[in-house]
């Protein structure tokens, strides 16, 4: 079953406009994990971030984590078309072991 | 390059039949992780394996199992095959150490007509 719900399902914005996909979650976490998808194909690991952590940096993106609310963005500044794709967030339980439950995941469309 | 590897890449079968689906993980990575993403269902955790031995279980359905090999490797056997089982089937892996990140392979995509 899905964990908890991203929002929105589906963003379009222009090429240089910043994203921001939410992600909320439903238990207690050890960490949670933002992959993308390019249309169909396999999932790419962007950032971890570790229940302990409120926000870290990755390139153009930045994750934040509100265990309190159970909930995570996830930020791409200025964005490009090359960005086009599907966002998920993923985590994994406390005491579940390293199984990841992930979220429906947002569609990302930049228009050049 | 996440350093997963599947094959096959695609595969068409008919309803009744079995496949097998296989993974090498990242080199040095005793973790195997197998999911299925499915236009209805998303993406679901089936099974864990844990050098060799299976650790943790999900939405797995009897029709199917897995195992990993003393080389690491390890394959996804989806047997009585349904309509419903046509889906993209992942493999990923992950060090010992639990929290770590898993690593996806590109993934088999499984048609069943």
């Known amino acids: 079953s899905q964990q908890g719900e991203e929002d929105p399902q589906a963003l379009s914005i222009q090429e240089g406009e910043n994203a921001t996909m939410n992600c909320s979650y439903k238990t207690s976490i050890n960490n949670l994990q933002w992959y993308r998808q390019n249309s169909g194909r396999g999932l790419v690991h962007l950032i971890l971030i570790r229940s302990n952590e409120r926000e870290k940096h990755s390139g153009r993106l930045r994750v934040t984590l509100d265990t309190s609310k159970k909930s995570s963005s996830l930020l791409i500044t200025a964005s490009r078309a090359a960005d086009t794709a599907s966002y998920f967030c993923a985590t994994a339980d406390l005491g579940a072991g390293n199984m990841l439950t992930f979220g429906g995941g947002t569609r990302l469309m930049v228009k050049p | 390059d996440s350093g997963v590897t599947q094959t096959p890449k695609h595969l068409i079968t008919a309803t009744g039949q079995r496949v097998t689906l296989r993974c090498s993980p990242r080199s040095g990575d005793l973790s195997v992780y197998w999911y299925q993403q499915s236009l209805d269902q998303g993406l679901q955790f089936l099974i864990q394996y844990y050098n060799g031995e299976e650790r943790a279980k999900g939405n797995i359905l009897e029709r199917f199992s897995a195992q990993q090999f003393p080389d690491l490797h390890s394959e996804l056997n989806l047997s009585s095959l349904e309509l419903g089982d046509s889906a993209l089937y992942f493999c990923?892996?992950?060090?010992?150490?639990?929290?770590?990140?898993?690593?996806f392979g590109p993934g088999t995509r499984l048609l069943v007509l």
């Open positions: 990923a892996s992950s060090g010992e150490r639990q929290g770590e990140t898993q690593y």
